[in-house]
């Protein structure tokens, strides 16, 4: 993972016009990305132009507040939501400030969290919240291409996403760093979850790591960027790779981002599916509960409580 950061390309990433959603047309092209890549850009969802630029814009005038602003609605160990500057990613701190927001949870390893609004921010937890349900609604229609092109009906993944869900919403500000070569935004990983949507600035600095190389997104206008979880690579049985990615520190520019990451109920326990095992390909996982995944990640991301959990661990 410490491959020289100046050998870098512009990637095209794999971009799929799901028309809306309305055919499914677009499956193949969903296997194909998912196969090589594990990520891609798609184009014509249906997300109206202007709740992305509603939410760009909402970014913007949240980490322009005073720190004073910031700090009242802090993020803690007790409460998962709200605005955090101490971000850790394999246990290395990030170079970003972050905003979280996801439902009230009574129970589970997110219990007593819930979200904190700025006071001063005006309509911006209404271009949040239009955000995150048509982030939410986009990841549930790739959900069906993803089991349908597994081997079962497209809503056989659903039940888990439909009431409970844990999905969440992270605004991301990388400041100007003077010595990017020295920090990264944010350090390699894979995306705990499903699915992760995710709504970015014009400003290049994701990047994914494919072929021994990392390629840097190159933006399109309009569109999402995609990648597939850890649990995705789990149902899939390793026929697809949750993709390891980072963002860049810059010395040039600001950069925002929104990543929605589409996670099921607590409750959740998920392994290989039928449609991609059988006596030539056995199940390469044993169940995870999504629970207790979850706890042990969320742990690592808010402080150095030990170490960060992967799907590696439940392998048969």
């Not at 005006?122 to 349900?133: I, K, L, N, T, W």
């Not at 705990?192 to 790591?209: C, S």
């Not at 044993?286 to 990640?297: K, Y």
Request: aromatic share 12%.
């Amino acid at each position: 993972m410490q491959q020289d950061r100046n050998r870098q390309t512009l990637a095209a990433l794999p971009v799929i016009d799901v028309a809306r959603f309305e055919e499914t047309g677009w499956y193949a092209a969903l296997d194909a990305a998912c196969r090589t890549w594990g990520c891609f850009q798609i184009i014509n969802h249906g997300v109206p132009d202007d709740v992305l630029d509603a939410t760009l814009d909402a970014m913007r005038r949240l980490f322009a507040q005073p720190e004073a602003a910031k700090r009242r609605i802090e993020r803690t160990r007790e409460n998962a939501w709200g605005y955090f500057d101490r971000e850790l990613t394999k246990n290395v701190r990030d170079w970003k400030e972050i905003f979280d927001v996801g439902p009230v949870a009574s129970e589970g390893p997110m219990s007593g969290s819930r979200p904190q609004w700025p006071e001063d921010v005006p309509g911006f937890r209404e271009a949040v919240e239009a955000f995150y349900q048509a982030a939410c609604e986009v990841a549930a229609r790739l959900l069906e291409g993803i089991s349908s092109n597994l081997g079962m009906p497209p809503r056989f993944l659903s039940g888990g996403f439909e009431q409970e869900h844990t999905s969440f919403l992270r605004l991301n500000y990388y400041p100007v760093c003077e010595s990017p070569e020295s920090h990264l935004g944010i350090s390699h990983h894979t995306d705990a979850g499903a699915l992760t949507v995710l709504l970015a600035d014009a400003e290049p600095g994701l990047q994914f790591l494919h072929d021994d190389a990392w390629h840097t997104v190159a933006p399109v206008s309009g569109a999402l960027t995609i990648n597939i979880g850890d649990i995705v690579q789990v149902w899939s049985n390793d026929r697809y790779t949750a993709p390891v990615h980072r963002v860049l520190a810059s010395a040039n520019a600001e950069r925002y981002s929104a990543p929605l990451f589409y996670n099921p109920s607590y409750e959740t326990d998920y392994a290989p599916l039928p449609g991609v095992v059988d006596a030539g390909h056995p199940a390469r996982y044993r169940a995870i509960n999504w629970g207790e995944f979850r706890a042990g990640r969320a742990a690592g991301d808010y402080a150095n409580y030990g170490e960060e959990i992967q799907i590696s661990r439940f392998r048969t």
